[in-house]
């Protein structure tokens, strides 16, 4: 089961903000989605879609009236680390198929100055930012760039590259509940921080996460007080 945030912050952070409850639940309900074919396992795209709705609940709570400077700089940290591991996992499995099945240009894309490229950039300067150095305004400005550019790229995908990949010929729930499972377990190795730098294609890019991860997860030992939060 996913954990929102660290046992040492857990209490205060579960009575300010219930989105976190929520987030850390999130991995046994995406595994009990129905699919079409409940023998096969959910389909990826409603696992992509639940981590985006998990985004967008997150951010609500960073800005809900009842925050602190503590408070959003945890649930600054927590977004940063769970998007980049959707990113990793999107990348590693979703869209080499959208590249075979739609084309390089339609993941090219996703990849790209508006999509995941762009997100990349933003995040990797939040997370060498803080409340306490940058101060809470600047700190928020920046997320709230790399949010925007976010929810942008969630509703490309949701409204217009899923619906299209779902209609295409031999895409069907043994596909979408394979590819599921394919990108459960690349969390499992996801980097858990922006690398804007870093491959972002197949293969290198399976080889710099597998590389990279270790590091992310020690560094976030330290940031998360040695329980950092598993988004899978």
Do not use: C
Not at 81 to 99: D, G, L, T
Not at 129 to 138: C, I, L, R, T, W
Request: overall charge neutral.
């Amino acid at each position: 089961m996913l954990r929102a945030l660290s046992q040492r912050t857990s209490g205060l952070l579960k009575q300010a903000y219930p989105a976190s409850q929520v987030f850390a639940a999130a991995s046994p309900r995406i595994r009990r989605m129905a699919a079409s074919d409940v023998q096969t396992g959910p389909s990826v795209i409603s696992m992509i879609n639940e981590d985006h709705r998990q985004f967008k609940l997150l951010w609500d709570e960073y800005n809900g009236p009842n925050m602190n400077g503590e408070m959003k700089q945890k649930l600054g940290w927590s977004l940063i680390r769970a998007i980049a591991m959707h990113s990793a996992a999107e990348e590693e499995v979703m869209y080499p198929e959208i590249r075979k099945r739609l084309g390089s240009e339609a993941a090219d894309h996703l990849l790209g100055d508006d999509g995941h490229q762009a997100i990349k950039k933003l995040l990797f300067e939040a997370n060498y930012m803080s409340v306490e150095k940058n101060g809470e305004a600047a700190y928020t400005a920046k997320l709230s760039e790399a949010m925007k550019v976010l929810y942008h790229h969630i509703e490309d995908e949701e409204t217009r590259t899923w619906p299209h990949f779902e209609s295409l010929p031999g895409v069907d729930a043994d596909l979408l509940s394979h590819l599921g499972r394919k990108f459960d377990a690349a969390k499992h190795h996801a980097v858990t921080r922006p690398h804007p730098w870093a491959p972002n294609k197949p293969p290198l890019n399976v080889l710099a996460n597998t590389m990279t991860a270790p590091l992310d997860g020690a560094l976030d030992m330290w940031r998360f007080g040695g329980n950092p939060p598993r988004y899978y």
